[in-house]
Nanobody, 120 residues
């Protein structure tokens, strides 16, 4: 059984920083692409950042220069460093991972999310 768990959310003032973690555990041969999404109240879930198996990255325009996605394959963990946070970054942040099992089956997993609140 595979688990994908986010952590690191919390309450931070505008201009502050948080680092989110997405940790995978279980029967995993390889972790391929990992995405961070977010969903604010009353809004659709949106893609924030992506990192592929070669560590190439992509970002939503509004977070470029402020957010950095990275991965540690040995720890089976992907990070989202968020700097200069703004109130509009407030949302539940979700991890979405493509995992290859030992039987070569490729499966996508969602985590349950971690709340990020940016407010005075």
């Amino acid at each position: 059984q595979v688990r994908v768990v986010e952590s690191g959310g919390g309450l931070v003032q505008p201009g502050g920083s948080l680092r989110l973690s997405c940790a995978a555990s279980g029967s995993i041969f390889q972790i391929e692409d990992v995405d961070w999404y977010r969903q604010a109240p009353g809004k659709e879930r949106e893609l924030v950042a992506q990192v592929d198996s070669g560590s190439a990255t992509k970002y939503k325009d509004s977070v470029k220069g402020r957010f950095t996605i990275s991965r540690d394959n040995a720890k089976k963990t992907v990070y989202l460093q968020m700097d200069n946070l703004k109130p509009e970054d407030t949302a539940v942040y979700y991890c979405y991972a493509t995992i290859v099992h030992w039987n070569n089956e490729r499966v996508n997993y969602w985590g349950r999310g971690t709340q990020v609140t940016v407010s005075l």
